[in-house]
């Protein structure tokens, strides 16, 4: 039974700043999770630290707010022990592409079924908007006192040679665009990737929805236009992004180089939607494979001891005759 | 000619040659004669090449350290010669290769010299087998040779060699478990026919075992993986660290008892991972070292402010940094007392043997989840790598303590508060309940009626975000005060040990692995007349005051004893009770403390009234 969005909110105060793009990517977590229709206890949010990292706060399942960093590691680790929680891991671009971004790589490798929501703004906002991983070379926010020295990354580039079996671009103002993502993401068995161009309003006054939109102001009048906007949708243009079989390594190829072609356009064009789609054993089927007791009971419900008694009750005692002398 | 009870034996060679292999095959040989056993393995950071050694003490009664004095010496190459005659018994024998070493480079004239032709004796075994050509990639069978050459000379039954050979080979190579077994005999045969009248003069023999006593042979990581196991863990991640890494590979090894191990991209994910398996109510662990552990720390402070039971498993080496990666150091123990920013939580333990190994693992997630903590396990080097004999495991009485851990019943009646107060509202939960003993009801991750969230800011009873000063009061005291609460409920013999007698001359205090080579010490100073009593601390974290200072008050001479620079252990007795020692002794070159530079150090303490011994021992 779908969820109503009252239900999925929370009471917490919100003190994220007015006109933040971040409220745009909350309200589609809110209507993908309602969409879904999986009782809310069986739902995890996990996040970094951030502004977005207190995202999950505002969101009524279980939420694990972890460290700089982090969440990632935090997720895989929930999703690996309780395989019948759904997990979505969100956090800031800082976060997962700098201080995270061992946890970033590696778990694209490994293919754990969790949906990774980058909330992707090009600046540090909660330390008072230093350059974030993604700013491009040369841009200078206002807050930096000179201009970013360092190249950017492209997470979807990354993430596309990291293993990533989905990967993603939505905008925060276009939120049904990106609820339809994260719903795809979460129902995508498999590792799966959401940048979120993510305008923010206090530090960045460069990459700002004015910017992202293609809006104008009229000098005279004050009157503000959409003239040519830079976002555009992938799925609008024809773009199949999914691989249709993923034994077909010239169907593979064919498809990861055109994503990796999107992945580069920037500036006057902006794609979004779903870049590259590839259906792999997920790690939780990889472990089955090795060990069939994963696939019918879950770690966190693996029973090792009387109840009644409370004496451990695995038996090592097939073990303990590998090293038996005597 | 004298039946020993006890003996010392030393293989030494190239890393990758093998030598671990002839050890274990001289070991077991002799534990299924009967004999307890305690093997000592050292090793460079090195994958083939640089010098490593073995060394095996056999005795009729247990052995929990190594000596500084063997009785044979044997080897295959030149480098082992050079460095170790010189702990040569004198009486003992050296067996070397007379085709790579010349008697000249043995200056021990008070040894029995046994040049073994390995390759000739290798080339005939094969040609037995049809493998001329192969002569020369069987060269690693030196390793069996050398073993059956060694017991030759001690007259020990071949037959038993035999069997523990093949039952190497057996499964994975018959063939070449027969041409061992061969070349086993041949070297034995050579020796007998050679060296028969020489005058070596020590003899050993198969010894009865008790009826009814079944005996393993293991080594540290084998034993806390298995006490893993029973306990229940069921998750466990790791980043490939010396010496930990055997323990998780243990592990993977056992997809039948169905622990998930992840190999992570660094300790930091392999704790947060670990953290985040533990929400959802799986005994979860990790195993690293102390560099590993030095990445930690953050995540462990956030187990702490969540409430998470984890346990982590540290296998001590020799810092600072990557210091001497393949040696041993209990050189962690303030640091894991201190590790991580602000005050949090945590129970640090040190076990000091194989059994603790296995036992503590299972003591070490009752209490990760009775007190809602991280705990940590200082285990180190010296017993992941040493292997030795000891009484089967008797794991009957092994009980799980799961603290307040709820159902999904429980759940929901104390949501709903059924007549007392409730602890949720709308489907959520107060996770962090203010309770008076500290410790909150614990829902996990899925549980209907349970939500609740989890932040490392400090947070309300439902887990979400304040900075409220009067809830961070209340907060910091309900987690601080589970302290207090596990140092009232954790048993006494679970804190401390003590051995010897009350009234003794002198008064060691240990943690860790060190109590082998102390309590080995101690039966020769008794028999020498010095009275030694030991206090192992075992449960460093909260501080066992009250054992502590009733062993102390009134102790004749007290002596720290541990493997580090500085005195870490003793440095926290003082700031705990104020209580100093009166002499001390350290050791920091890598190599455990063996049991005659103890005692040693011991009884210059008691009678020169030394202050302060460093040891040295150990190439």
Redesign the interface.
């Given at each position: 039974m779908a969820l109503e969005l009252k239900e999925l909110k929370t009471d917490f105060r919100n003190d994220w700043c007015v006109g933040c793009g971040d409220f745009g990517i909350l309200n589609s977590i809110h209507m993908a999770i309602s969409a879904l229709g999986k009782p809310r206890h069986e739902i995890v949010v996990a996040s970094g630290i951030g502004c977005s990292g207190k995202t999950p706060h505002w969101i009524n399942t279980y939420g694990v707010h972890t460290l700089h960093g982090r969440s990632l590691p935090f997720a895989l680790g929930i999703k690996l022990a309780n395989p019948e929680l759904t997990v979505i891991c969100v956090g800031g671009d800082g976060d997962g592409y700098g201080i995270g971004a061992a946890h970033f790589l590696n778990s694209g490798r490994r293919n754990v079924d969790v949906t990774y929501i980058v909330f992707n703004n090009g600046v540090y906002g909660l330390t008072k908007g230093q350059a974030s991983p993604t700013l491009h070379r040369g841009e200078k926010p206002k807050s930096l006192p000179s201009p970013n020295i360092n190249d950017n990354i492209n997470p979807l580039a990354v993430a596309l040679c990291s293993g990533y079996t989905f990967i993603a671009r939505g905008y925060s103002y276009d939120v049904k665009q990106l609820k339809d993502l994260i719903l795809k993401g979460i129902n995508h068995k498999g590792m799966a990737l959401i940048d979120v161009l993510q305008p923010c309003p206090t530090y960045n006054n460069l990459q700002t929805k004015e910017w992202y939109e293609g809006i104008e102001e009229d000098e005279e009048t004050g009157v503000k236009t959409k003239k040519n906007p830079r976002v555009y949708k992938l799925e609008e243009s024809g773009y199949d992004a999914v691989v249709k079989n993923p034994d077909n390594i010239e169907e593979v190829e064919h498809k990861m180089a055109q994503a990796f072609l999107k992945s580069q356009e920037w500036g006057d064009r902006i794609p979004t939607g779903v870049l590259y789609e590839i259906s792999q054993p997920d790690y939780g089927a990889r472990v089955a494979a090795r060990m069939p007791a994963y696939a019918k009971t879950a770690p966190a419900k693996m029973p090792f001891y009387d109840l009644a008694t409370k004496k451990a009750n695995t038996d090592i005692s097939p073990l303990l005759k590998d090293f038996q002398v005597v | 000619m004298e039946y020993l009870k006890e003996i010392a034996w030393l293989i030494g060679g190239p890393q990758g040659s093998g030598v671990d292999s002839s050890a274990s095959t001289f070991a077991?040989t002799l534990?299924?004669g009967?004999y307890h056993i305690f093997g000592g393995r050292e090793y460079h950071s090195n994958i083939k090449g640089e010098h490593s050694y073995y060394q095996i003490r056999a005795s009729d009664k247990p052995v929990r350290s190594s000596v500084n004095e063997v009785h044979i010496l044997a080897t295959f190459e030149e480098e082992t010669l050079h460095i170790h005659q010189k702990y040569v018994l004198p009486n003992g024998a050296i067996l070397f290769d007379p085709t790579i070493s010349k008697p000249e480079s043995i200056h021990r004239k008070d040894v029995t010299l046994v040049p073994l032709p390995y390759m000739d004796l290798i080339k005939k075994v094969a040609a037995e087998f049809g493998k001329e050509k192969d002569a020369n990639k069987l060269a690693v069978m030196k390793n069996v040779l050398s073993v059956a050459a060694s017991l030759a000379l001690l007259e020990y039954p071949f037959e038993q060699i035999a069997k523990t050979v093949e039952s190497f080979f057996i499964a994975k190579k018959p063939k070449l478990a027969q041409m061992n077994v061969r070349g086993a005999e041949m070297a034995y045969n050579y020796v007998r026919e050679n060296f028969a009248k020489t005058e070596f003069p020590w003899r050993l023999k198969p010894i009865p075992?008790p009826a009814g006593?079944?005996?393993?042979?293991?080594n540290g990581t084998?034993a806390a993986a298995?006490g893993k196991?029973?306990?229940?863990c069921?998750?466990q991640?790791y980043y490939p660290i010396t010496p930990a890494s055997d323990e998780s590979e243990f592990l993977e090894s056992?997809?039948e008892?169905?622990?998930?191990v992840?190999q992570?991209?660094?300790e930091?994910?392999?704790v947060?991972?670990?953290?985040?398996?533990?929400?959802?109510?799986?005994?979860?662990s990790t195993a690293t070292s102390g560099p590993g552990f030095c990445l930690m720390v953050?995540?462990m402070g956030?187990s702490g402010i969540n409430e998470v039971p984890v346990v982590i498993f540290n296998y001590q080496r020799a810092g600072p940094s990557t210091g001497l990666p393949t040696r041993f150091e209990q050189g962690d123990l303030k640091f894991a007392m201190s590790s991580g920013h602000g005050d949090f939580p945590r129970i640090i333990m040190a076990p000091g043997d194989m059994d603790e190994y296995f036992f503590d693992a299972?003591d070490a997630f009752n209490y990760a989840e009775r007190y809602q903590v991280p705990v940590i396990v200082l285990n180190d080097k010296n017993l992941a790598n040493s292997t030795k004999?000891i009484s089967?495991?008797d794991?009957?009485?092994?009980?799980?303590?799961r603290g307040v851990l709820l159902t999904d019943a429980e759940v929901t009646k104390l949501a709903k508060g059924n007549g007392k107060p409730a602890k949720g509202e709308n489907?959520?939960f107060k996770r962090f309940h203010f309770e008076e003993n500290g410790i909150s009801a614990r829902p996990?991750?899925?549980?209907?009626?349970?939500?609740?969230?989890?932040?490392?800011?400090e947070h309300d009873e439902y887990?979400?975000?304040t900075e409220d000063p009067d809830i961070r009061i209340k907060m910091m005291d309900k987690r601080m005060h589970k302290l207090e609460v596990a140092s009232k409920e954790i048993p006494s013999d679970k804190k401390v040990m003590t051995f010897g007698p009350k009234d003794a001359d002198v008064t060691v205090v240990t943690w860790g692995s060190t109590k082998g080579a102390i309590l080995d010490a101690m039966e020769d100073l008794e028999k020498e007349g010095i009275k030694v009593r030991l206090l192992q601390v075992r449960i460093i974290h909260p501080f066992p005051m009250e054992e502590v200072v009733n062993e102390l008050k009134n102790a004749k001479i007290k002596v720290g004893c541990e493997m580090n620079f500085q005195g870490q252990l003793i440095a926290i007795i003082r700031e705990f009770t104020g209580i100093a020692m009166d002499a001390n002794i350290f050791k920091y070159t890598g190599r455990p403390m063996k049991k005659d530079e103890v005692r040693d150090a011991l009884r210059d303490i008691v009678k020169k009234h030394s202050k302060k011994v460093v040891l040295t021992h150990g190439a």
């Open positions: - | 077991k534990a299924s009967g075992v006593e079944k005996r393993i042979f293991l084998q298995m196991i029973l306990a229940g069921r998750f991640t056992h997809p008892y169905g622990c998930v992840v992570c991209e660094d930091i994910s392999s947060c991972m670990a953290v985040g398996a533990a929400l959802t109510g799986v005994r979860a953050e995540g956030w299972i004999t089967m495991f794991y009957s009485n092994a009980t799980i303590d489907g959520n996990v991750l899925g549980q209907e009626n349970g939500v609740f969230w989890n932040t490392g800011d887990g979400h975000i």
